[in-house]
T-cell receptor
Framework: NAGVTQTPKFQVLKTGQSMTLQCAQD?????MSWYRQDPGMGLRLIHY???????DQGEVPNGYNVSRSTTEDFPLRLLSAAPSQTSVYFC??????????????FGQGTRLTVV | AQTVTQSQPEMSVQEAETVTLSCTYD???????LFWYKQPPSRQMILVIR??????QNATENRFSVNFQKAAKSFSLKISDSQLGDAAMYFC?????????????FGRGTSLIVHP
C-alpha cells in the first residue's frame, strides 16, 4: 500500500516557468489537499478537493491551479513561478466519517526553489 | 474560519525529562477533532495523537498524552521521558466533524530540541 505519492521531491524553476506537482493516493480517500510550508508559518492550505470533479480554494490559492478528474490524482499547477512560491509543498488525503478515519495522510513533500 | 495558535516557536528539554507543548484554537463548532503531528528532519508528517471533542477523557499514546480543555479551547501535548528521537517540529491541527470542512487547519508549529 503506497499511501500518498508525491513527485518530484526537489525542483528548481526559473521565474516565469510553469510546472505541475503530482499527487496520487491509493486509499480511495475522498478528501485531498495541498499545503505549503514556510518557516514560522506552519502549513497553509492552497487548494483542496472533496471528491472527483470538486475543488475549492484554501487560504493561499493565488498563482496555483488544481483539478481532480479522478479520485486518485490531485495535481497542483504553478502557472508562472515566482520567487515567493519557493516553499515546501505537501499533498494530503483523508477519509470522512468515524474517529479512525479522521487522520490526514501526507506525501513526502516537494522542496521547490524558484530563482 | 477556525484558527490554531501555537505560541511557542521553540522549546527545549533535557533527555528523560517532561515537556509540554501548547496549542489553543478558535471555533464555534461543538464537535471536532484535534491532532498533534510530528515532523522530523526527514520532512515526513507523522500523526502522534488525536482527540475527539465530545470525548472527555484525554488521549494517551505511550509517552505522549494530551490535556484537552474544551471550554478553554486548549489542547496541549505532554511528552514524558523525552528521547533524542523526539526532536522535531510539532504541529497542532484542527479538523471539523461536519461535512464540507474536513480539511485540517494547522498551527505554525513548535520546534522541540532535546538535549542529551
Amino acid at each position: 500500500n503506497a499511501g500518498v505519492t508525491q513527485t518530484p521531491k526537489f525542483q528548481v524553476l526559473k521565474t516565469g516557468q510553469s510546472m505541475t506537482l503530482q499527487c496520487a493516493q491509493d486509499m480511495n480517500h475522498e478528501y485531498m489537499s495541498w499545503y505549503r510550508q514556510d518557516p514560522g508559518m506552519g502549513l497553509r492550505l492552497i487548494h483542496y478537493s472533496v471528491g472527483a470533479g470538486i475543488t475549492d480554494q484554501g487560504e493561499v490559492p493565488n498563482g496555483y491551479n488544481v483539478s481532480r478528474s479522478t479520485t486518485e490524482d490531485f495535481p497542483l499547477r504553478l502557472l508562472s513561478a515566482a520567487p515567493s512560491q519557493t516553499s515546501v509543498y505537501f499533498c494530503a488525503s483523508s477519509l470522512t466519517g468515524g474517529m479512525d478515519s479522521t487522520e490526514a495522510f501526507f506525501g513526502q513533500g516537494t522542496r521547490l526553489t524558484v530563482v | 474560519a477556525q484558527t490554531v495558535t501555537q505560541s511557542q516557536p521553540e522549546m527545549s528539554v533535557q533527555e528523560a525529562e517532561t515537556v509540554t507543548l501548547s496549542c489553543t484554537y478558535d471555533t464555534s463548532e461543538s464537535d471536532y477533532y484535534l491532532f498533534w503531528y510530528k515532523q522530523p528532519p526527514s520532512r515526513q508528517m507523522i500523526l502522534v495523537i488525536r482527540q475527539e471533542a465530545y470525548k472527555q477523557q484525554n488521549a494517551t499514546e505511550n509517552r505522549f498524552s494530551v490535556n484537552f480543555q474544551k471550554a478553554a479551547k486548549s489542547f496541549s501535548l505532554k511528552i514524558s521521558d523525552s528521547q533524542l528521537g523526539d526532536a522535531a517540529m510539532y504541529f497542532c491541527a484542527y479538523r471539523s466533524a461536519y461535512g464540507g470542512s474536513y480539511i485540517p487547519t494547522f498551527g505554525r508549529g513548535t520546534s522541540l530540541i532535546v538535549h542529551p
